[in-house]
């Protein structure tokens, strides 16, 4: 079952019975800033010579957002060599929408890359507890590589081990899983990413571009940093969260209930892509829009493939034609798509659907000027 199908399931059986996930708080840093600080300096390089960043994906199912949005901010920083690596060869395919195919194999990034990685991303994939990328996971990190365990792969480095005994943060619904799968791991309230000796997580799915950038920071320095979030539309890159207003009321119990019988409102959706197509904006379409409950987007092209703008080859579901269009915005950068899609998901299906998918996607929205 793909981690969106699960999380929608286990979120209805909340609904109807259940109550939220919560941990207990832990001491926390003296101020958000010492958070980023303590990020900067435990994530600068520690080899000579040009970094190498591994996405890691699962082929049966991996985030989508987890895994496009940092390739493309790390891409588009040009201060390391990042690449997709999965367990086999061939097509990754995206949840909750699209697909991709790995750079590389387990076996040839070995050949290519014989010291490994220099750091690690691990996104949210099904099964969290894949026992070759647990071992490939562990072998990178025993000779030097820092993971970072993006939203629920916080639940990936928990069955790998990395967890023990370090405090992390994950998306607002895994905190009790992961507690629980190792009771030595302390939860972090109020921030987006968190680091310790080496390991580092963040908090639900767009908690990837404040981190991104702090990594950017970390090797290149906060100017380069600076420019990066300007020119895709970021104001910082702080770890400062509010985990307050992340949860299920009852308003959103009966939200998906009332989301999981309408079966008949599914729509199928498709966005237009070409080589070059922005990773950033695109995967923000694809992701928001599914996390209604009631679009199932695809990626349409005139080509089987086309190449986005990091370079990463996205495998086309669909002919243009096919199916009604999303449009990715002209003329906004790139993290502003999300808003701007927030707000077109706002006038189509109403704010219940627009806070359902701020929740899913852990995303502090503020006042978003939408007009209905």
Not at 182 to 207: K, L, M
Not at 260 to 265: D, G, I, N, S
Not at 326 to 345: K, N
């Amino acid at each position: 079952m793909a981690w969106r199908s699960r999380l929608g399931a286990a979120l209805v059986a909340l609904a109807i019975g259940g109550t939220s996930a919560a941990a207990a708080a832990a001491p926390q840093p003296a101020t958000a800033e010492a958070e980023q600080q303590a990020f900067v300096a435990a994530m600068q390089p520690q080899r000579a010579g040009r970094p190498v960043i591994v996405l890691l994906a699962l082929n049966d199912a991996t985030e989508t957002t987890d895994l496009l949005l940092p390739h493309a901010v790390l891409t588009r920083a040009d201060v390391a060599e990042v690449i997709v690596v999965a367990p086999r060869a061939g097509t990754v395919r995206l949840y909750p929408a699209l697909k991709v195919n790995a750079e590389m194999d387990f076996a040839t990034f070995a050949q290519r890359v014989p010291h490994g990685a220099d750091y690690v991303i691990v996104p949210a994939m099904e099964p969290h507890d894949d026992p070759a990328v647990a071992a490939w996971l562990r072998a990178q990190h025993a000779r030097g590589a820092r993971v970072i365990g993006v939203c629920a792969g916080a639940l990936v480095l928990a069955h790998a081990g990395l967890l023990d005994g370090r405090r992390y943060v994950s998306h607002w619904y895994y905190q009790r899983d992961v507690s629980a799968s190792r009771p030595g791991a302390t939860f972090v309230p109020d921030r987006r990413y968190v680091v310790e000796r080496g390991v580092a997580t963040t908090t639900g799915i767009t908690a990837s571009v404040p981190m991104a950038l702090a990594l950017v920071e970390a090797i290149a320095g906060a100017p380069r940093a600076r420019a990066l979030a300007d020119d895709l539309g970021v104001a910082t890159w702080a770890p400062a969260h509010d985990s307050r207003r992340f949860g299920l009321t009852g308003t959103r119990r009966w939200g998906y209930v009332v989301d999981k019988l309408a079966f008949w409102r599914r729509e199928q959706r498709a966005v237009a892509v070409r080589d070059g197509s922005d990773d950033v904006a695109l995967a923000f379409v694809a992701d928001a829009w599914s996390r209604t409950g009631w679009v199932r987007v695809q990626a349409a092209a005139a080509t089987p493939s086309v190449r986005l703008k990091s370079g990463l080859e996205l495998v086309v579901d669909a002919a243009p034609g096919e199916r009604p269009p999303l449009a990715l915005a002209e003329g906004v950068p790139p993290v502003r798509q999300l808003d701007r899609t927030l707000c077109e998901i706002d006038a189509r299906f109403g704010a219940r659907q627009r806070d359902r998918v701020e929740q899913e996607m852990e995303y502090p929205a503020q006042d978003l000027p939408c007009a209905r």
